[in-house]
């Protein structure tokens, strides 16, 4: 005798496996390791940052400060900005290969860019024949983010910033048009943002919060305040945790 199964049961099924296998995706995490500060040192934090709305290939670096704002070290950075190759290499200002390629784009990151410094004395933004190597590097993550690395400084306090950029992201106040001159601009459209946090002796998980945007030219290192005609560029990220082991 054939035993019926209702349709509604079936459906029931595979609304389930749907759900699962969504779950699954959407909790994926792009994990890096740099195992030669784990080793090296003693303490050691992961920094996970949860994917926002707006994410899509972002480049973005993690550097260290002391609470004079003064640059101490990197932490971590996109390679295709370290190196100056990006998947799609700059043909002309507005025309783009196919292939990888060169590409420098000092509005993506200005406000790192200037607090590290000149690279080899003479480049301050990373190209093909000098680039950013005094930092662990990883390709642009897909999705969620997890970075474990040392903590090279136990000295307390200290902050630990994020500057995040994506191209083509315009909206009504940062539009294509905005900076007509400015070749820089148009592959940027908003600009980077900068989220930063203080670590303190108590506590052992902290949140980086935005404190302001870059230079939308990247004509200069200033740190601007006003963050309230940015809109996708603030749902890139939609959370960064900062866990001290």
């Known amino acids: 005798m054939k035993i019926l199964i209702p349709a509604i049961f079936i459906l029931a ?9 969504t779950t699954k995706k ?13 080793v090296n040192y003693n303490e050691s934090f992961n920094i996970n940052i949860i994917k926002g709305e707006s994410f899509n290939h972002p480049t973005f670096v993690i550097w260290i400060e002391d ?16 190196t100056g ?18 590409s420098i784009q000092p509005a993506a990151l200005p406000y790192w860019t200037y607090k590290k410094g000149l690279i080899d004395s ?6 093909k024949d000098h680039p950013f190597i005094d930092a662990y590097t990883g390709a642009t993550p ?8 040392g903590l090279t400084s ?3 306090p200290f902050r630990i910033l994020i500057e995040v950029n994506q191209s083509w992201d315009w909206n009504d106040f940062w539009t294509n048009n905005k900076y007509p001159e400015s070749t820089n601009y148009k592959h940027s459209a908003q600009p980077s943002l900068i989220y930063a946090v203080t670590v303190k002796e108590e506590g052992k ?9 870059g230079d939308p030219k990247g004509e200069s290192g200033i740190l601007f305040t006003d963050i309230s005609t940015l809109t996708g560029a603030k749902e890139i990220f939609k959370s960064i945790k900062v866990s001290i082991k």
């Open 26 to 38: 959407n909790v994926e995490i792009n994990y890096y390791k740099d195992s030669l500060k784990i």
């Open 154 to 156: 136990t000295e307390r």
């Open 67 to 82: 609470l004079n704002e003064n640059y101490l070290e990197t932490v971590f950075i996109t390679k295709s900005f370290a």
């Open 205 to 213: 998980e902290f949140y980086l919060n935005p404190i302001g945007h």
């Open 13 to 21: 099924l595979s609304i389930t496996h749907f759900m699962c296998d």
């Open 122 to 127: 003479i480049q301050l933004v990373p190209t």
């Open 142 to 149: 897909k999705g969620n983010f997890e970075l474990e690395t």
């Open 85 to 102: 190759v990006f998947g799609h290499g700059a043909i002309t200002d507005s025309t783009w290969d196919n292939k990888p390629g060169e």
